[in-house]
């Protein structure tokens, strides 16, 4: 999954560097490429040094993930990009739940993984949509739950719909 061009410019502004690093050494790699490779993560759930070598290194993606976590970028740009998918309608909250089962995996998992993958659905949405299976994505998703229910319930006692 890459992001389209339209998502790209949604979340631009919230994890590029508000002023260029004033620094020695390397310079940054492509951001969308890391938050990309950071979407992988979140998405299939593997360990950061399973990241395919289209990304940029996984100790790199990895240092700016923990840095837009710690800045609540993640959480601001998760939020983001639930939204957009809501207004497309390619996410419905509220027919969201959390299972609570455990199933520990087995050898070979990581092959019966890629194979299953090769299976699913194709369509950047589905793609985008699985990243909010990851832990990391609920609390963006709780508070669209619950300012989502406050809209309802606000809409509901006035008898009004959302747009009037």
């Known amino acids: 999954m890459e992001l389209t061009d339209v998502q790209w410019e949604l979340l631009k502004s919230i994890v590029e560097p508000k002023t260029p690093p004033k620094?020695?050494?390397r310079p940054w790699s492509d951001?969308?490429?890391?938050?990309?490779?950071?979407?992988?993560?979140?998405?299939?759930?593997?360990?950061?040094?399973?990241?395919?070598?289209?990304?940029?290194?996984?100790?790199?993606?990895?240092?700016r993930f923990q840095r837009w976590v710690g800045e609540g970028a993640l959480v601001e740009l998760l939020r983001t990009l639930a939204q957009d998918l809501v207004a497309r309608g390619d996410l419905d909250l509220a027919e969201t739940f959390i299972d609570a089962s455990f199933s520990g995996a087995k050898k070979g998992a990581?092959?019966?993984?890629?194979?299953?993958?090769a299976?699913?659905?194709?369509?950047?949405?589905?793609?985008?949509?699985?990243?909010?299976?990851?832990?990391?994505?609920?609390?963006a998703?709780?508070?669209?739950?619950?300012?989502?229910?406050?809209?309802?319930?606000?809409?509901?006692?006035s008898g009004k719909l959302p747009s009037e």
């Open 23 to 25: 620094r020695r050494g």
């Open 31 to 63: 951001t969308r490429r890391v938050l990309e490779g950071v979407l992988w993560i979140l998405r299939t759930g593997a360990q950061w040094s399973e990241m395919p070598n289209k990304f940029p290194p996984y100790q790199t993606c990895h240092r």
């Open 110 to 117: 990581l092959v019966s993984a890629l194979q299953s993958a």
């Open 119 to 139: 299976k699913a659905a194709k369509s950047w949405q589905s793609q985008t949509a699985m990243v909010f299976l990851s832990p990391c994505t609920w609390p």
């Open 141 to 157: 998703l709780r508070l669209m739950k619950q300012s989502l229910l406050h809209l309802r319930s606000s809409n509901d006692s």
